[in-house]
């Protein structure tokens, strides 16, 4: 069946360091792919998404890249900030609205 | 984009007794999903509630326990019932949005708690 794999955490980096957290997904037909984020407290909001390959998806600065020839889609940001500590989500849509999440990587960011 | 509202936001509950979530969106949504997101967990749908039909349950999850209504289209519950500390967890709910790329919103979540 269809499944997200995502990097365990949690991962610890220090204010202005560079953030991977990788993504990889098994899925039948084509998938959207998406980055949820977790704040702490906080429901899940939508960070970024990607809906074919090799289409990159882009918020606060956050970029992902649709990558089909290695079913990867890894998160990255040039420097991160102590407000980006956070849980994230990796996940699939295939069809019908029907999301798969990953496990989830929680992020702290040290000032 | 939705905003979504759930109550209660939290809730200390006995074992035996069941808890009804409330879901309220500020806007008509066609598909409305209920997860749970167990401490420290991914999330993990209970079923898909779409207004007009019978809500679609995953597997692991029985209507029984997890009754569900959704009488309109901005507003539906979940019922956790005959409550064990097993169902501890946040419950979730979430819309889809027609015309959207699959991006679901989801709502602050509701903290169980079963002693």
């Known amino acids: 069946g269809d499944s997200v794999t995502q990097m365990e955490g949690p991962v610890t980096l220090s204010e202005e360091a560079f953030l991977t957290i990788n993504c990889t997904y098994t899925?039948?037909?084509?998938?959207?792919l998406f980055w949820y984020v977790q704040y702490p407290g906080e429901g899940l909001q939508l960070l970024l998404k990607?809906?074919?390959?090799?289409d990159k998806g882009s918020n606060k600065g956050f970029e992902a890249t649709y990558r089909k020839e290695t079913t990867s889609f890894h998160l990255e940001k040039g420097s991160v900030q102590v407000s980006d500590s956070a849980v994230y989500f990796c996940?699939?849509?295939?069809?019908?609205?029907?999301?798969?999440f990953g496990a989830g990587t929680r992020l702290f960011v040290k000032a | 984009s939705a905003v979504i509202s759930q109550k209660p936001s939290r809730d200390i509950c006995q074992r035996g007794t069941s808890l009804t979530i409330q879901c309220q969106v500020d806007s008509q949504v066609t598909m409305m999903f209920w997860y749970r997101q167990q401490p420290g967990q991914s999330l993990t749908l209970i079923a898909t509630?779409?207004?007009?039909?019978?809500?679609?349950?995953e597997s692991g999850f029985v209507i029984d326990k997890f009754p569900i209504s959704r009488p309109n289209l901005t507003f539906s519950t979940l019922t956790v019932s005959n409550m064990s500390p097993e169902d501890s967890s946040i419950y979730l709910c979430?819309?889809?949005?027609?015309?959207?790329?699959?991006?679901?919103?989801f709502g602050p979540g509701t903290r169980l708690t079963v002693l």
């Open positions: 996940a699939l849509m295939t069809g019908g609205f029907k999301t798969i």
């Open positions: 509630a779409n207004q007009g039909s019978e809500a679609t349950y």
């Open positions: 990607a809906t074919k390959a090799d």
């Open positions: 979430s819309v889809g949005l027609a015309g959207g790329r699959g991006e679901q919103f």
């Open positions: 899925a039948t037909g084509y998938p959207s």
